[in-house]
């Protein structure tokens, strides 16, 4: 009996051993890593278009911005849809990947929020502002508040600062580093949160309406979709590029996120 059951278990090992969850090897079949908002909805909209075309998406939707490089760089998802050219660089550098942008999508215009605050004017000397706690996020948000003469950069051009690059601060303020992901949940803690728009969407927050703080529409910062050198020439990459490239999704992106996503082509 427990022979029967030590082969049955070795035999389950093996069948999940074989098993991927990448689409490689089938050439109707294309996995892509994405956050929910909004780049799991861009890619929902376009996967009528690509069945047409003889492709299928398996849609895998994560809440951090570290599994879908590690993902696809071990070769188990093959592209995701997530993330900025900074923070792939970052990444990279960090990990020691060697993940590429295949295509710029969109741009989704970063923000400061409160709920104590209906004003930037209104912060307070000694004020708490919680900023994600990588570097090319935390770039972001402090080339954010520079922009804003809340604070100086000994850097201003750095798109990786850290609060130990803060050289002005004029109202004193203190920096608390969260994960971007959970930048919406501790808004009622801090006096402002500097929150990625899928985040902040996700959390059902407006960037036009309720953000006190929001980068225009020549942010750098534009969502790539990113994956190995070798994923340049899979055909089925190119179908999923063209696709969320298309003047179909311009008009979605511009008719469902009225300005808090902009189309990067």
């Known amino acids: 009996m427990q022979r029967r059951l030590l082969l049955a278990a070795i035999a389950t090992l093996l069948i999940a051993g074989c098993g991927k969850s990448g689409g490689a090897g089938d050439p109707n079949v294309l996995t892509v890593a994405a956050t929910a908002v909004p780049h799991a909805e861009i890619l929902e909209f376009i996967e009528p278009t690509l069945a047409k075309e003889g492709l299928k998406l398996d849609l895998k939707v994560f809440n951090d911005y570290v599994q879908p490089n590690v993902q696809v760089s071990e070769g188990r998802i093959d592209v995701n849809y997530f993330e900025t050219g900074p923070y792939l660089e970052e990444f990279n550098k960090a990990k020691g990947t060697h993940l590429v942008p295949l295509a710029g999508i969109h741009i989704e215009p970063f923000g400061a929020y409160s709920r104590k605050w209906k004003k930037i004017g209104e912060l307070p000397a000694g ?139």
């Open 127 to 265: 004020a708490t502002v919680a900023i994600p706690n990588e570097p090319s996020n935390s770039g972001r948000a402090l080339q954010l508040l520079a922009r804003s003469g809340l604070v100086t950069l000994k850097d201003p051009k750095s798109m990786t600062a850290t609060p130990k690059d803060v050289v002005g601060n004029p109202k004193n303020l203190k920096f608390r580093e969260i994960e971007a992901a959970t930048l919406p949940r501790v808004l009622g803690e801090v006096d402002m949160a500097m929150i990625n728009t899928n985040y902040a969407l996700d959390a059902g927050l407006n960037p036009l309406r309720d953000a006190l703080l929001i980068e225009d529409k020549d942010s750098p910062y534009v969502n790539f979709v990113v994956g190995t050198e070798k994923a340049r020439n899979d055909p089925r990459v190119k179908k999923l590029i063209a696709a969320l490239r298309s003047p179909e999704v311009k008009a979605f992106i511009a008719r469902k996120y009225a300005g808090a996503v902009v189309p990067a082509f």
